[in-house]
């Protein structure tokens, strides 16, 4: 059935978002370093390069597909509490300030790594399990109360809802908030 909103057809250039992306981060790199010179024709070449050679990884592909909507979430979502804190007075110094904050900095790196890793999971994760399982379709569980199951994400929520990680995350987050509180940060 035809809808007002159908982006069925986006689905079929999902090779070429990648590549666009890519070509223009590297181009943009090269432009901003000077890398290479002030060419712009050997930079625009190389970041086409390097642009093309994505399409030989399937995975990355795959990856980058994954990652860049969340990013995108993650950018609005950042823009948006910035146009909040500007409506309630901050001015454009609060907001330098602000970025340059080493803590806000690790944070943004942390949400980069926790995404990259969930894309990495998400893409290679089943492929993983499969070998793992070498075509067994049993649930394993462990002397020990582990689960693993032919499903990746079965297995990866099992983890992480397991009670132990449960408690290893609230014993980390009571020691952070300890060593916060008695240094006085």
Known sequence: MA??????????FDVIFPVLLVFAIVF??????????ESLQINAIV????????????????VLNFMVPWFT????FFILILLIF?????TDSDVRGALSDKTLQWTLIGVGIVLLVASLGTVLGQSFT??????DGNVTISEDGGVAQKDFMGSARATLFHPKVMGLVIIFLIAIFAVAFLSGG
Do not use: P, R
Request: aromatic content about 6%; overall charge negative.
């Open 28 to 37: 943009a790199v090269l432009q901003k370093t000077k890398a290479l010179g």
């Open 47 to 62: 970041a086409v390069t390097i642009a093309f050679m994505v399409l030989l990884s399937d995975t990355l592909v795959s």
């Open 73 to 76: 979430v993650i950018i609005i």
């Open 3 to 12: 809808t007002v909103l159908d982006l069925s057809l986006l689905q079929s």
């Open 86 to 90: 500007q409506i309630f007075g901050a």
């Open 130 to 135: 499969d070998a793992a399982f070498e075509g």
